[in-house]
């Protein structure tokens, strides 16, 4: 799924939407200290009122925010797995029979609780239901309705979130005139920060993919890998950080650590035109050829495949390991690299890290910024200098 697949469907979590229709709910509550199942209920969706039915839809858009490997992760599943996820999903993704709906999400509960015991009482609710999109986009002269033919789309997605205990208050009775202690015994169900998740299948544009499963973790650059791996049986994941460190380590070693900014310039912009170029399609990886080339592109010499398939062995210990090109370029057109020093920390966006230098004079070293225009510091226009001398002028 790319981030335009999450995008829409996530906007289909509202209430009274034809195009998508959540038959079954199911809740489960798990106690903290034993780590057992205190209770379960499956019923019709439409059977919650409406102040119900919205609670969960907004806990299933918050679910499904985020970025593509920072908080939601692509997982393909692992193979020849014993009690395999991807099975038992897809068994009740078909199953016709409530009973057996409920047996397949039951063996799901089952894993999370297996050799893991949660801080809180939790709950996790499951639903399956069915994601109509429309085959073309609607144009209001024509005769059929966009919407007339539509792509159907089962799925099941799984929210887990914590508990919290109720808060002790005091009240003021208008009626009595006096002041009351209010304590609430039974606990609060927090919707509006699920701590993880996934949902099956996977769609990219008009296609499901049942070999891929769509993981939410609670917080950003932080997947549950144990989830993943013993609950899921998703393969091991990286997030878009592991990616850029990665990718920094490999440039590091295939250089020496010695990088000038325009260099360094021209390595995003080339990785910014190879995402540009694929933005439509499926993002862009980067193997070691790739990495080389990219590298030779910008200006430096004495890159040699060797040099390149060295540093991912050495860093990732995989010379066949690919980066998403995505997860290592700055956010382009904002202010996304920090330059730190002693003296002052600048912000600079890619695309203008070329206007900044590194250079030594007199024994001394100097941060340079080119500028078009006056520079101006609390008010006063700076003084143009020659470099190193005051200008007279």
Request: negative net charge.
């Amino acid at each position: 799924m790319n981030k335009k697949d999450i995008a829409q469907i996530r906007k289909q979590f509202k209430l009274n939407n034809d195009l998508l229709k959540v038959s079954d709910i199911f809740n489960v509550y798990i106690m903290k200290d034993s780590s057992d199942i205190y209770h379960y209920q499956n019923q019709p969706f439409e059977m919650l009122d409406q102040d119900q039915q919205e609670l969960f839809m907004n806990n299933f858009k918050k679910l499904l925010a985020g970025q593509l490997d920072e908080k939601l992760f692509e997982l393909k599943f692992q193979k020849d797995a014993t009690n395999n996820s991807q099975l038992i999903l897809h068994q009740g993704l078909l199953n016709n029979d409530v009973d057996g709906w409920i047996e397949n999400m039951l063996q799901m509960v089952s894993k999370m609780l297996s050799n893991r015991q949660y801080e809180k009482d939790i709950v996790v609710t499951f639903i399956r239901g069915e994601y109509l999109k429309p085959t073309k986009r609607g144009n209001p002269e024509a005769e059929e309705s966009a919407r007339d033919t539509v792509y159907s789309h089962p799925f099941i997605l799984c929210s887990i979130n914590n508990t919290q205990e109720p808060k002790k208050e005091l009240l003021f009775d208008y009626v009595e005139r006096e002041f009351k202690y209010n304590f609430v015994v039974d606990p609060i169900i927090n919707l509006n920060a699920p701590i993880g998740g996934f949902l099956f299948p996977c769609f990219t544009d008009h296609a499901a993919d049942v070999n891929h499963i769509l993981y939410a973790a609670g917080k950003v650059h932080e997947p549950d890998h144990q989830f993943i791996e013993d609950v899921l049986n998703g393969e091991e994941t990286m997030t878009a950080k592991d990616d850029k460190i990665v990718f920094e380590e490999i440039i590091k070693d295939v250089t020496g650590d010695q990088l000038n900014t325009s260099t360094l310039s021209n390595v995003y912009e080339e990785i910014h035109r190879l995402v540009e170029e694929n933005e439509e399609e499926e993002q862009p990886k980067l193997d070691s050829k790739d990495v080389e080339r990219v590298l030779k592109m910008s200006g430096l010499e004495d890159i040699s495949t060797e040099k390149v398939e060295s540093a991912f062995q050495k860093i990732i210990d995989d010379d066949k390991y690919e980066i998403k090109a995505s997860n290592i370029l700055p956010k382009f057109t904002s202010k996304s690299i920090k330059i730190s020093t002693k003296i002052a920390n600048i912000s600079i966006s890619p695309q203008d890290l070329k206007y900044v230098k590194k250079v030594q004079l007199s024994g001394k070293r100097y941060l340079m910024i080119e500028v078009d225009e006056d520079t101006v510091i609390e008010g006063f226009t700076m003084i143009p200098e020659a470099f190193g001398v005051k200008h007279e002028d």
